[in-house]
Nanobody, 122 residues
């Protein structure tokens, strides 16, 4: 079982970036996928989650209206589209999986990816 996060990079404030989480070794259709992030010197925090069907999503207040989580149809991939990025979005972003129902608590997730760094800087 493996989750592979990718797509991070350097982007200017106001810019956009899409990061992805590829799953292998299990059926992503049976799992909720969440994104968490850890900024320098801060605790890990919840960003967004999509349930196992991808038809129910939830976001942290600070990213609502800017970030969109989506599951690829028939593909073991979940994307996080990030628009209007701000300096405070700089962090290592991690994807995580748990069966069926999403949750904002990191401790209930069974599988984690290795993280991808997003840096917002001018």
């Amino acid at each position: 079982v493996q989750l592979q996060a990718s797509g991070g990079g350097l982007v200017q404030p106001g810019g956009s970036l899409r990061i992805s989480c590829d799953a292998s070794g299990f059926n992503l259709d049976d799992y909720a996928i969440a994104w968490f992030r850890r900024a320098p010197g801060k605790e890990r925090e919840f960003v967004a989650v999509a349930n196992w069907r991808g038809d129910s999503t939830s976001y942290q207040d600070s990213v609502k209206g800017r970030f969109t989580i989506s599951k690829e149809n028939a593909e073991p991939t979940v994307h996080l589209q990030m628009n209007n990025l701000k300096y405070e979005d700089t962090a290592v972003y991690y994807c995580a999986a748990r069966p069926f129902v999403g949750d904002s608590r990191p401790g209930v997730y069974d599988f984690w990816g290795q993280g991808t760094l997003v840096t917002v800087s001018s």
